[in-house]
T-cell receptor, first 112, second 112 residues
Framework: GENVGLHLPTLSVQEGDNSIINCAYS??????FIWYKQESGKGPQFIID?????DKRQGQRVTVLLNKTVKHLSLQIAATQPGDSAVYFC???????????FGSGTRLLVRP | EAEVAQSPRYKITEKSQAVAFWCDPI?????LYWYRQILGQGPELLVQ????????DSQLPKDRFSAERLKGVDSTLKIQPAELGDSAMYLC??????????FGQGTRLTVV
């Protein structure tokens, strides 16, 4: 069935560098996308979202890019910090169902 | 800050026993989700409520799992009988019309 997936299971970056986490989705009907951060033993924490009528949205140190042509979503983290170490999930849903579907996640490791 | 409350945080049970998890969503959130997350994987939707009604339980193993949200506020997820393969993190989330879903800290279930 249609699902959300990720290209890289683990990403290791140097503290201070920028991080880019990628996600591919296959449901063309999806119109809302969310990035979540999950630390060990905790529930997913909302980072940033984007709707399908946008191609870029910026938050504090984070930017989400959406390319509907190739069904690709990315999360950019500027000046990565040790506290950014976690697993990052992209999720998608449609306004009609509010059903959130998650990908398998990317682990971000920040080297001091 | 409003948050989704879940209890217990940890539960160890013997296989074939019954177990129940409780979730209190953010006040005013009509949509409530129960997810199961196996270690190293993304959350998998089990059941979705809109107020007191189930809108999606297609992935809920109905022979042993049940969920209810009788008054459209808090919710209970039950497993009877528990099996070894049910060991996982059970996450509850809630959302309003904005689609952004907020997660609780989860219940870590270990079946022995």
């Amino acid at each position: 069935g249609e699902n959300v997936g990720l290209h890289l299971p683990t990403l290791s970056v140097q503290e201070g560098d920028n991080s880019i986490i990628n996600c591919a989705y296959s449901n063309s009907a999806s119109d809302y996308f969310i990035w979540y951060k999950q630390e060990s033993g905790k529930g997913p924490q909302f980072i940033i979202d984007i709707r399908s009528n946008m191609d870029k949205r910026q938050g504090q140190r984070v930017t989400v890019l959406l390319n509907k042509t190739v069904k690709h979503l990315s999360l950019q983290i500027a000046a990565t910090q040790p506290g950014d170490s976690a697993v990052y999930f992209c999720a998608e849903n449609t306004d009609s169902s509010y059903k959130l579907i998650f990908g398998s996640g990317t682990r971000l490791l920040v080297r001091p | 800050e409003a948050e989704v409350a879940q209890s217990p945080r940890y539960k160890i049970t013997e296989k074939s026993q019954a177990v129940a998890f409780w979730c209190d969503p953010i006040s005013g959130h009509a949509t409530l989700y129960w997810y199961r997350q196996i270690l190293g994987q993304g959350p998998e939707l089990l059941v979705q409520f809109q107020d007191e009604s189930v809108v999606d339980d297609s992935q809920l193993p109905k022979d042993r799992f049940s969920a209810e949200r009788l008054k459209g506020v808090d919710s209970t997820l039950k497993i009877q009988p528990a099996e070894l393969g049910d060991s996982a993190m059970y996450l509850c989330a809630s959302s309003s019309q904005s689609n952004e879903a907020f997660f609780g800290q989860g219940t870590r279930l270990t079946v022995v």
